[in-house]
């Protein structure tokens, strides 16, 4: 409840500040920022590994500083790869913006690890303080920079200035990890081999799934589609956001209690799936009646594109709410060469959807064949975690 509630003023706020924002950049300026948010988040949700999903885990003090040491030195080489890309991006386009790609790269990053040990410590009130101020304190920033008339920056930089600031708000310790023996680097990557090994590709296909839909548009429709799929997408994945992300973090430590699936664990699971999906279906019909209209009314009439492409994707976002949270049951139950698997058919499935729909309906048509396609991605998904096996030695 303590994350909950921290989730929802840190949903509210960009929500709130939604309508002055689209009203202060223009659809092109939101299409260039999501595109670099989306490069970013890509390299950011590998930036360590996602050895930091292992923290959790980890019961013992040293291992435990050893694996956040490992995780520390991992990151440092991905920001430093990424501040390569921007250069070579930067040059090509002949552009400064994508200069923003190694900070937010490295900001994103160093929430994700920071965030693990106040999981790992069950310090949910600093844990739902610091996702108001990244959030929350984000949108903020860029609606004081557009007043301002910041232009393109004045949404690219607001986002890792609140996100160093949620990591000042952690309280991130870090006792001369540059100190920690090799060998003592070399076991922890060695045990948590499971999280680079499958986890990684898991979630770095998930977020390119994120960054080549945004490309695919901007090149075939430009970047004000981009904008309108953007803000869209920003919007209705909110409340998978605001829910899943405490859901998740609660989910994650009660799963992996147990080395593996048991009775318990599989309950809880089809227990919050039920809760999700009652909560889901409201969003999914408010969406299909009063999307187009409620988009123009908030935003303005350039916006109204968005609406109707919320309507066209009501039917994903609803299964991807209820999905998002239940993902961690892959690494708690140790099953996550089968999640890989899965996640890369279903991928592929979406961006299948993404290019026919967008040749054969422009983006709105995107919009209805990406839904029709992840109701049997997601359906299949539910029924398989529902009926996961019970391990024999944690079976009652």
Wanted: glycine share 10%; charged share 10%.
């Amino acid at each position: 409840m303590t994350l909950l509630a921290g989730g929802v003023v840190a949903q509210a706020l960009p929500l709130l500040l939604g309508p002055l924002l689209t009203r202060l950049y223009t659809p092109a300026e939101f299409g260039l920022y999501h595109l670099l948010a989306a490069v970013a988040a890509n390299l950011a949700v590998v930036g360590c590994l996602r050895y930091e999903f292992a923290l959790p885990l980890v019961r013992d003090e040293a291992e435990a500083n050893a694996l956040d040491a490992l995780c520390r030195w991992i990151l440092l080489a991905v920001s430093m790869l990424a501040t390569l890309a921007g250069a070579i991006w930067s040059w090509v386009l002949g552009a400064l913006w994508p200069l923003w790609l190694p900070v937010t790269v490295a900001s994103l990053g160093y929430v994700s690890l920071v965030t693990l040990w106040a999981t790992r410590a069950g310090r949910f009130a600093p844990l739902a303080a610091s996702r108001v101020v990244q959030h929350g304190g984000s949108a903020a920033l860029q609606a004081a920079a557009g007043g301002a008339g910041a232009g393109l920056s004045g949404l690219l930089g607001p986002p890792v200035v609140a996100a160093l600031a949620a990591v000042l708000l952690l309280r991130a310790r870090a006792p001369r990890w540059w100190s920690v023996p090799r060998e003592a680097l070399f076991t922890m990557a060695r045990r948590h081999r499971d999280f680079p090994l499958l986890n990684t590709p898991h979630a770095f296909a998930g977020a390119l799934q994120d960054t080549l839909a945004v490309a695919l548009i901007a090149a075939w429709q430009g970047p004000a589609a981009a904008g309108l799929w953007g803000v869209a997408l920003r919007y209705l994945k909110a409340p998978a956001g605001l829910v899943g992300g405490a859901v998740s973090q609660a989910l994650y430590p009660a799963l992996a209690a147990a080395a593996g699936a048991t009775q318990e664990g599989r309950t809880a699971v089809r227990q919050t799936m039920l809760v999700l999906t009652l909560l889901a279906l409201p969003l999914v019909l408010l969406l299909w009646v009063f999307g187009p209209w409620a988009f123009e009314a908030a935003f303005g009439s350039p916006w109204r594109g968005a609406g109707e492409l919320a309507r066209a994707l009501s039917l994903y976002i609803g299964m991807h709410f209820i999905a998002s949270p239940l993902s961690v049951a892959s690494m708690a139950w140790g099953i996550q060469a089968w999640a890989l698997k899965l996640a890369l058919v279903g991928q592929a499935l979406f961006l299948i959807a993404l290019v026919a729909g967008l040749a054969a309906g422009g983006l709105i048509g995107a919009g209805w064949a990406v839904s029709a396609a992840m109701v049997f991605y997601f359906g299949w998904f539910f029924f398989k975690l529902a009926n996961w096996p019970i391990a024999p030695e944690l079976a009652q």
